[in-house]
């Protein structure tokens, strides 16, 4: 239990639907993450917020929306996604944007068909 | 950002010490070096962090040589549990949260 947690778990959706990640931490950190990992492939850093403002958004489509409402929640909107979409979707946070030293929560599993 | 080479995989037995190296050349003076373990379907565990020399807490040490362009993760008497994806990551505190993970090395443990 790192104190991060996301839900669902586990989500399976078609191309035209719209849908939510919820991440939420108990850790009273001040920088959240949003973290996509493919099969076989390293973390890609989507999303970064610091102090509830977006301070990194690493080219990722438009189809993906993030909002941080405060610093314990981070939401990601989905919304006509494609099947290479489907992947682990990580949410991290930590004490200052930054810092090497982040906690991850256990991820959702996305399917998009 | 300081780009990592780690060994794709490797092959221990329970109860050996391993060591993974990790090649970092290019790092910079105000980088960190840090290593984060993940297990299959789980998202990484922070495992330990150094700048220089050694760095040992309950889980592992961290071995940086003087020049700083490698670093070696030591993992004592590994355990089946201890078979996951070990990465390797430089970066400085504050760069914006922009932490690039590498392939990684999966580490296989056997009884």
């Known amino acids: 239990e790192t104190g991060v947690t996301q839900t669902p778990r586990h989500l399976v959706m078609g191309m035209t639907n719209k849908k939510s990640l919820k991440c939420e931490q108990h850790l009273g950190h001040n920088a959240m993450y949003w973290y996509k990992q493919s099969a076989k492939k390293p973390l890609e850093l989507m999303f970064v917020?610091?102090?509830?403002?977006?301070?990194e958004n690493n080219s990722v489509p438009s189809r993906f929306s993030p909002e941080c409402p405060n610093s314990s929640h981070l939401f990601l909107h989905l919304h006509t996604l494609q099947p290479e979409d489907s992947a682990l979707y990580l949410c991290?946070?930590?004490?200052?944007?930054?810092?090497?030293?982040?906690?991850f929560g256990p991820g959702t599993r996305l399917t998009v068909t | 950002l300081a780009k990592t080479t780690q060994p794709i995989s490797m092959d221990s037995y329970e109860g050996q010490e391993v060591n993974i190296t990790c090649s970092h050349n290019n790092i910079a003076t105000n980088d960190y070096i840090t290593w984060y373990q993940q297990f299959p379907s789980q998202g990484p565990r922070f495992i330990i962090q150094g700048y220089k020399t050694k760095v040992t807490n309950e889980v592992a040490s961290l071995f940086i040589p003087a020049d700083r362009k490698s670093s070696t993760l030591s993992l004592p008497r590994v355990s089946l549990s201890d078979t996951a994806v070990y990465y390797c990551?430089?970066?400085?505190?504050?760069?914006?949260?922009?932490?690039?993970f590498g392939q990684g090395t999966e580490l296989s443990v056997k009884p």
């Open positions: 991290a946070s930590s004490q200052g944007a930054g810092r090497n030293e982040q906690y």
């Open positions: 917020y610091s102090l509830e403002e977006r301070v």
């Open positions: 990551l430089v970066g400085e505190g504050n760069q914006g949260g922009k932490l690039i």
